[in-house]
């Protein structure tokens, strides 16, 4: 069983950054693949970034050079440090890790992008 929980989440003005940490249980957290969904309002959800075990990173375009992802195994932990926020980019972003053929997902947190 793995549980996810997200934190860091906030309201930001445009051009400001807000950082997302993911803490995430159960063991051998350091060969699987964590990533970053979002959902805004009427919207499907949508990936954002994804870093596998060996630290390799992939960015949806609409984020790629302002948002970045990172791990900490030891701690356990992903981060999504992101940058110049613009107001589009206002949504719930979830955590998440596939293992086993099953899907793992925290509950969200919430990110505003408003002046």
């Known amino acids: 069983q793995v549980q996810l929980v997200e934190s860091g989440g906030g309201l930001v003005q445009p051009g400001g950054s807000l950082r997302l940490s993911c803490a995430a249980s159960?063991?051998?957290?350091?060969?699987?693949?964590m990533a970053w969904y979002r959902q805004a309002p009427g919207k499907q959800r949508e990936l954002v970034a994804s870093i596998t075990g060996g630290s390799v990173t992939n960015y949806a375009a609409s984020v790629k050079g302002r948002f970045t992802l990172s791990r900490d195994n030891a701690k356990q932990a992903v981060y999504l440090q992101m940058n110049s926020l613009k107001p589009e980019d206002t949504a719930v972003y979830y955590c998440?890790?596939?293992?086993?053929?099953?899907?793992?997902w925290g509950r969200g947190t919430q990110v505003t992008v408003a002046s």
């Open positions: 998440n890790t596939v293992r086993g053929g099953k899907e793992y």
């Open positions: 159960g063991t051998f957290f350091s060969i699987y693949t």
